[in-house]
């Protein structure tokens, strides 16, 4: 009954370094998302999935890629990270319903510092 | 340009009282809408959600209210309480893909 795990849940990277952030849900949602959280600012949708094998681009896709080859997973991963990528990191699954989506959950986030 | 705005940073009530978190959106094609909340340290929790085809959604205290014509969505909590001290989120989905979130409302419920 985990729900939405992220790891790692705090990350020092130096500018220019990669990284891969971590995304596993157990609920066989279809849908998987990554947000960024910045002060003063809600959620901006980084890349989202709505299945395996199938991606696309958020409102702040750059310098970010994902793949998405299970339905579990959902990996970020940073190319070259910058210091403007410090901010906290969210991913959430959910599902569809005739109306919508439906089941929105949020992992605990992961807190990114790239120095 | 912001898609969806929460004009109001901050918004302080009494325990037992009615706690009213406004909302505004800019697409009329926005075909779905939620409401989370977020403790310090901790992932978002979704609250409660409505779809354009509906008015109001009801989830024991929690409702929301959504007026298409103004494009705009509230959500009533009543009676607040101190636990209820958090920061509220509203978001839109436009295209069943795609998540739009307002920048939050941080609700301080006095005891």
């Known amino acids: 009954n985990a729900g939405v795990t992220q790891t790692p849940k705090f990350q020092v990277l130096k500018t220019g370094q990669s990284m891969t952030l971590q995304c596993a849900q157990d609920?066989?949602?279809?849908?998987m998302s990554w947000y960024r959280q910045d002060p003063g600012m809600g959620l901006r949708l980084i890349h989202y999935?709505?299945?395996?094998?199938?991606?696309d681009q958020g409102e702040v896709p750059n310098g970010y890629n994902v793949s998405r080859s299970t339905t579990e997973d959902f990996p970020l991963r940073l190319l070259s990270a910058a210091p403007s990528q410090t901010s906290v990191y969210f991913c959430?699954?959910?599902?569809?319903?005739?109306?919508?989506?439906?089941?929105?959950?949020f992992g605990s986030g992961t807190r990114l510092t790239v120095v | 340009d912001q898609q969806v705005k929460q004009n109001s940073p901050s918004l302080s009530v009494q325990e037992g009282r009615i706690s009213i978190l406004n909302c505004d959106y800019t697409?009329?094609?926005?075909?779905?809408f939620l409401w989370y909340k977020k403790y310090p340290a901790e992932g978002p929790t979704f609250l409660i959600s409505?779809?354009?085809?509906?008015d109001k959604n009801e989830d024991g205290r929690f409702t929301v209210f959504l007026n298409k014509s103004a494009k705009h969505l509230s959500l009533h909590i009543v009676p607040s309480q101190p636990g209820d001290s958090a920061v509220y989120f509203c978001?839109?989905?436009?295209?069943?893909?795609?998540?739009?979130f307002g920048s939050g409302t941080k609700l301080n419920v006095k005891p």
């Open positions: 409505i779809s354009s085809i509906k």
């Open positions: 959430a699954s959910s599902y569809s319903t005739g109306q919508g989506v439906s089941g929105y959950t």
């Open positions: 999935s709505v299945g395996a094998g199938i991606t």
């Open positions: 697409n009329s094609m926005f075909d779905y």
């Open positions: 609920m066989n949602h279809e849908y």
């Open positions: 978001g839109v989905l436009y295209n069943f893909n795609k998540f739009y």
